[in-house]
């Protein structure tokens, strides 16, 4: 198993309250890593802390190592850590700008000028997200009128603008339907070849379907991870076993 | 017994509307009907585009010519608007982006209480601080249109200051994050996705203090020289508004003057509504293409 992120006694909070305690994992490369947990254990923190969102933060502390590539993420570039492990929030946030001008974006402020490199890009990407057959009549269209599952789309497509080696993803279905969500589960599988995934999901049936390695986080420590087939299968925790059997009723 | 409350509730709201609307349908029908017997003697393009204001016979003839208010009052409120537009959306963008929360709580009232400061005090200060300046610096006497403009510019600039912030924090609340994740600087962020985003509501901002602009009387009047001159930047000039005000005690009713002022007031009118309609259709415009 190649590693892509390595996490080490990783410890972060807000305004001095301990969010995460001494958490060490490991994303192995193209691989799709989910991370579960109930709510406000800390999962948004945990990407936050992953492509160094939270050391921006006023009032926010993070403590431990994290690398990437063998590479010391805190002393990377904070643009650059932020261009290689993209993130696309809980709520799809597109830019009150037509589709092609969201898809450009990011190229453009990194310096790409020519036109039809540009359209390229934005063609190729939305295409990934498997989203060009569906707009590629309405790319000057603003990007707001698209429907829910468009959105979250668009923004993972814009995401993949950067070229990020990691695309971490915070609950990107929570707001769809079951269709709308086979979509995205569908493009995510397809988009491992390319990118390592790390996704946050509340909907553990998801996570099985989807997921090579899981990661299960209660009140701010990892309580266990490893291959998703074996940590479904056969719980080593108690915790995780009862929390697997709650969700399945 | 309910049904009846409510029926008797609904009644009195619609005629408190209904009041409302007459009101201001009289203010229109009583200007109107004061400013037409104008048109008996002067015809309406003299009237508009004549540059002789000379209301009272003392010697030769009567002449209503207002060309020069209404080209001052558009000037003053113009530059009013180019100044304050630009102080306010720059002073909105450092609070947003440059102080924290606690900051901007401090701030956001004070600015505020600027709003309550009566025009005549603004005119004060411009008597004596921007009037100054400005006679120290060569111009002959120091009242002028850019005064002016100054003056109303810092008057507008409460509105607009507390109203782009909120529209620029709420924009950058929205968006900054998903930018920056992207690897994406603040200040690019800010200027190229936060601030187009924030266009639509500026300009509604700016609907609502060029109504202000344009009918302020008493700081305009108090700085800018009030002489029928067509408007230069450092010349003296006269706005409708001061024109109204300042003649008004003087005109002998029903006559010529009394009525030219009274259209005059029409005219002030009718600018102000063409203004609004179209910065309202622009941004109607700008709505319907989504950005
Ligand atoms: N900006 C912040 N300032 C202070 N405390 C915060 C902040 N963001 C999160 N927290 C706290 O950190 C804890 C973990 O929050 P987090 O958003 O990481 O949870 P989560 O696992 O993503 O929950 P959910 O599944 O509901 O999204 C919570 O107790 C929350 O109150
Ligand atoms: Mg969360």
């Keep these: 198993m190649e590693k892509r992120m390595t996490i080490q006694n990783l410890c972060a909070g807000y305004d001095g309250k301990q969010v995460l305690h001494n958490i060490s994992l490991e994303i192995p490369s193209n ?44 002393a990377m570039q904070e643009d650059q850590l932020r261009r290689q492990v993209g993130l696309v929030s809980q709520t799809p946030s597109p830019f009150p700008f037509s589709i092609l001008e969201n898809m450009t974006y990011g190229p453009r402020y990194y310096g790409v000028r020519n036109k039809t490199q540009l359209q390229q890009i934005a063609e190729e990407k939305l295409r990934l997200a498997g989203l060009y057959d569906e707009v590629k009549e309405q790319l000057h269209k603003s990007a707001l009128k698209l429907s ?35 979509v995205i589960e569908e493009m995510l599988t397809r988009l491992k070849q390319t990118y390592t995934i790390v996704i946050v999901t509340h909907n553990i049936v998801q996570a099985r379907r989807i997921s090579d390695y899981v990661a299960f986080i209660k009140d701010g420590r990892l309580v266990e991870w490893g291959e998703a087939a074996c940590l479904f299968a056969s719980p080593q925790q108690e915790e995780t076993r009862a929390f697997l059997d709650g969700i399945y009723g | 017994m309910q049904k009846n409350l409510n029926r008797l509730f609904s009644l009195l709201i619609k005629l408190l509307t209904a009041l409302s609307v007459l009101m201001l349908a009289f203010v229109i029908f009583f200007i109107v009907k004061e400013a037409l017997p104008l048109f008996e003697e002067v015809s309406l393009k003299e009237f508009l585009f004549g540059q002789r204001w000379m209301p ?31 102080v306010g959306v720059g002073t909105a963008l450092f609070l947003v982006f440059c102080t924290t929360e606690r900051v901007r709580s401090l701030f956001l009232p004070a600015i505020d209480l600027l709003a309550g400061i009566p025009s005549v005090i603004y005119g004060f200060i411009g008597i004596t601080v921007v009037v100054k300046l400005f006679i ?77 602009a344009m009918g302020e009387t008493m700081a305009v009047m108090m700085v800018m020289g009030n002489a029928n001159l067509f408007p230069r930047l450092l010349g003296k000039s006269e706005t409708i508004a001061s024109v109204i005000a300042l003649e008004m005690g003087t005109a002998v009713v029903d006559s010529p003057h009394y009525h030219a002022l009274y259209a005059a007031g029409m005219v002030l009118m009718v600018l102000l509504f063409v203004i609004n309609v179209s910065i309202n259709l622009i941004r109607a415009k700008l709505l319907e293409q989504g950005r």
């Design chain 1, 31 to 74: 691989k799709i890593t989910a991370i579960i947990g109930p709510s406000g254990c800390g999962k948004s923190t945990l990407l936050h802390c992953l492509n160094g969102m939270l050391r921006q933060e006023t009032g926010a502390s993070v403590s431990g190592e994290i690398l990437l590539d063998g590479q010391d993420t805190a």
């Design chain 2, 136 to 212: 120290r610096a060569g111009v002959h006497t120091g009242s002028c249109v850019l005064a002016a403009s100054i003056v109303l510019a810092v008057m507008l600039l409460p509105y607009l200051v507390s109203s782009c912030s909120e529209t620029i924090l709420k924009m950058k609340e929205r968006y900054l994050p998903a930018a920056q994740a992207m690897g994406v600087s603040r200040w690019y962020a800010a200027a190229t996705l936060i601030l187009p985003a924030s266009w639509k509501n500026i300009l509604l901002s700016m609907i609502l203090a060029v109504g202000r």
């Design chain 2, 56 to 86: 009272i016979a003392y010697t030769g003839e009567t002449s209503f010519g207002i060309f020069n208010f209404i080209m001052a009052t558009l000037y003053v409120s113009l530059i009013a608007m180019v100044i304050s537009v630009a």
């Design chain 1, 148 to 182: 829910g599952g468009q959105q979250q789309r668009l923004c993972i497509a814009r995401a993949l603008t950067a070229e990020p080696r990691v695309l971490l993803l915070d609950e990107p279905c929570s707001a769809l339907d079951v269709q709308a969500s086979a």
